[in-house]
């Protein structure tokens, strides 16, 4: 069914064409990244990029900003926030994880929100936030319930989360083994090129469609999130020896080892 579902496009032309038209609708997408990668500017982005450019109402749920400093954030990008809000468009959500969770006869906090502006799209800011509330035991199962949550209310969701910056081979993005309840990461990465950092972006994993295994640069302007080509020239950027011959099916390779031999560990 999902399959079928119209393609949730983030407004972004190079990275919609690495998705091969953008995300499936009703999918789950983690967007991994060590801290000021861009994460929270691309979720934004694509929330506003929804109800400007697609007529999708958007739900942005944070944990980790005050309102103002996101309507502030978002406006020296160039997006009006709370215009949107005030035409039922989008709806800024500031709350606690325990909040989010809560649920009173299977109804949550998110329903009421839901109810009224019947949002497509939706972002959580983010799960690392809501790993520090839960015991680690219960991460899987709340983040399960969270996804699940989202489905079947028929909302396609952006979950970020802090992961630390890779280096050298061991390749982890998500230690909780999340990335199995999630049906697409994308992961945003620092690369040192010729002695500058670039930030880079490539999609780790796309359930049921193709995609770019490539790794793109990107940038983040006065505009927001601009994505530029391929690092064709360079190698092994993902592993953090840019000279090194690696490909990215060999990074993710990596990376599945290193979470497989992490999850045997626990
Ligand atoms: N108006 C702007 N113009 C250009 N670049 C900006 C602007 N605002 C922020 N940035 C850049 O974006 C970076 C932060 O992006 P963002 O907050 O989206 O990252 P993040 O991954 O969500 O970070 P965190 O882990 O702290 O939540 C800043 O470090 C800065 O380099
Ligand atoms: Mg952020």
Same mark, same amino acid.
Request: aromatic share 6%.
């Given at each position: 069914?999902?399959?079928?579902?119209?393609?949730?496009?983030?407004?972004?032309?190079?990275?919609?064409?690495?998705?091969?038209?953008?995300?499936?609708?009703?999918?789950?997408?983690?967007?991994?990244?060590?801290?000021?990668?861009?994460?929270?500017?691309?979720?934004?982005?694509?929330?506003?990029?929804?109800?400007?450019?697609?007529? !999708?109402?958007?739900?942005?749920?944070?944990?980790?900003?005050?309102?103002?400093?996101?309507?502030?954030?978002?406006?020296?990008?160039?997006?009006?926030?709370?215009?949107?809000? !005030?035409?039922?468009?989008?709806?800024?959500?500031?709350?606690?994880?325990?909040? $989010?969770?809560?649920?009173?006869?299977?109804?949550?906090?998110?329903?009421?929100?839901?109810?009224?502006?019947?949002?497509?799209?939706?972002?959580?800011?983010? $799960?690392?936030?809501?790993?520090?509330?839960?015991?680690?035991?219960? $991460?899987?199962?709340?983040?399960?319930?969270?996804?699940?949550?989202?489905?079947?209310?028929?909302?396609?969701?952006?979950?970020?989360?802090?992961?630390?910056?890779?280096?050298?081979?061991?390749?982890?993005?998500?230690?909780?083994?999340?990335?199995?309840?999630?049906?697409?990461?994308?992961?945003?990465?620092?690369?040192?090129?010729?002695?500058?950092?670039?930030?880079?972006?490539?999609?780790?994993?796309?359930?049921?469609?193709?995609?770019?295994?490539?790794?793109?640069?990107?940038?983040?302007?006065?505009?927001?999130?601009?994505?530029?080509?391929?690092?064709?020239?360079? !190698?092994?950027?993902?592993?953090?020896?840019?000279?090194?011959?690696?490909?990215?099916?060999?990074?993710?390779?990596?990376?599945?080892?290193?979470?497989?031999?992490?999850?045997?560990?626990?």
């Amino acid at each position: 069914m999902v399959g079928k579902m119209a393609r949730v496009k983030s407004g972004l032309l190079e990275l919609d064409e690495m998705l091969g038209g953008g995300f499936m609708g009703g999918d789950s997408v983690m967007i991994a990244g060590s801290a000021g990668t861009g994460k929270t500017t691309l979720a934004l982005q694509h929330l506003v990029n929804g109800v400007t450019m697609f007529g !999708d109402n958007g739900i942005y749920v944070t944990f980790e900003q005050l309102p103002d400093q996101i309507y502030r954030d978002a406006k020296n990008f160039g997006w009006n926030l709370r215009k949107m809000e !005030d035409e039922n468009t989008l709806r800024l959500v500031c709350t606690s994880p325990q909040l $989010l969770l809560e649920s009173d006869g299977g109804e949550s906090l998110l329903d009421e929100y839901i109810r009224e502006i019947h949002p497509r799209r939706i972002v959580i800011d983010s $799960l690392s936030h809501l790993a520090m509330y839960v015991d680690e035991k219960e $991460l899987r199962k709340e983040t399960y319930r969270l996804v699940m949550h989202l489905k079947t209310r028929g909302l396609s969701s952006l979950l970020l989360w802090e992961s630390p910056q890779i280096v050298g081979q061991s390749f982890s993005v998500t230690e909780e083994g999340l990335s199995f309840l999630v049906d697409c990461i994308i992961l945003l990465k620092l690369v040192e090129i010729e002695s500058s950092m670039k930030k880079a972006l490539t999609v780790l994993k796309m359930r049921g469609s193709e995609h770019d295994k490539r790794l793109r640069e990107f940038e983040i302007t006065q505009q927001g999130i601009k994505v530029a080509s391929p690092f064709s020239d360079y !190698d092994g950027i993902i592993t953090g020896s840019p000279r090194k011959r690696v490909t990215i099916e060999e990074a993710v390779g990596r990376f599945s080892e290193a979470f497989t031999a992490k999850r045997k560990k626990s």
